[in-house]
């Protein structure tokens, strides 16, 4: 996006242009530390609604129950669409939602699931029309000693990701800039505007960061600059004729 605002230095006021974009970057970093870690397994499920053409809506924390009796909940509330009924017969909607492991521990990191229950629906006619299945494994569950990023890893990776999102901001900036404006050195300011801290580190010992950032790049058009440096030019021998007849 662009904005015009008009900024000057000592002498000269000239209209300049202010642009700026938005973009966020997720990068891995290697953990160095040692410590007792518990992780839960994650996943997706597919929720299916085979009962009506009404949608229904599904609490975050849902429970999801494997045969085995493993359970899964939901990360957030998640809404079902409704089944399409064609020539009296329905046909079933689905939606993909993110679980969590109710426990930690690598017994939660299971295959893929045809058929997961919905506890909260028994005893009800929608505790058949509603039900769940993944098609890949849950991952991630661990209880255990493995690698986990220290304090020096955060900090280093923290100044290198804010430094590559910057440059990859800045570059897709000045892309966007018209031939004709021109712009000034170091007239940018970045910031960060949130940072996410994943600290659970994958299978390869890994955690990661996800940092959002804005820059502004400042710049103007080089026939504004020439127009306003010939007016103070004029200005200033009017000024000086003027002094020297009185």
Do not use: C, H, W
């Not at 040692?34 to 009506?52: D, F, L």
């Not at 899964?72 to 669409?81: A, G, I, N, Q, R």
């Not at 901001?169 to 505007?193: G, H, M």
């Not at 080089?222 to 007016?231: C, G, P, Q, Y």
């Amino acid at each position: 996006t662009r904005d015009t605002p008009t900024f000057s230095g000592n002498t000269v006021e000239l209209p300049g242009a202010i642009f700026k974009d938005t973009k966020n970057l997720i990068k891995s970093y290697p953990a160095s530390g040692m410590g007792q870690v518990s992780q839960k397994a994650r996943g997706t499920i597919t929720v299916y609604n085979e009962y009506n053409s009404e949608i229904q809506g599904l609490v975050q924390n849902t429970r999801f129950v494997a045969p085995d009796g493993k359970i899964f909940k939901t990360e957030k509330s998640v809404t079902v669409p409704g089944a399409k009924i064609v020539n009296g017969k329905v046909s079933a909607s689905s939606i993909d939602v993110s679980v969590v492991a109710e426990k930690a521990g690598e017994a939660y990191n299971i295959g893929p699931v045809t058929r997961f229950r919905i506890p909260g629906l028994k005893g009800s006619p929608k505790y058949d029309g509603f039900y769940g299945s993944s098609k890949a494994s849950m991952v991630g569950g661990f209880v255990g000693e493995r690698k986990v990023p220290t304090e020096n890893d955060i900090t280093k990776a923290k100044e290198d990701i804010r430094n590559v999102l910057q440059g990859a901001l800045k570059a897709q900036v000045l892309i966007s800039i018209p031939k004709d404006i021109k712009i000034l050195d170091k007239a940018s300011e970045f910031s960060v505007t949130k940072e996410d801290i994943n600290k659970e580190v994958d299978s390869g010992g890994n955690y990661s960061i996800t940092t959002f950032g804005e820059i502004k790049i400042m710049g103007f058009k080089e026939t504004d600059l020439l127009t306003a440096l010939a007016n103070k030019v004029a200005s200033e021998s009017n000024r000086i004729l003027a002094e020297r007849k009185t």
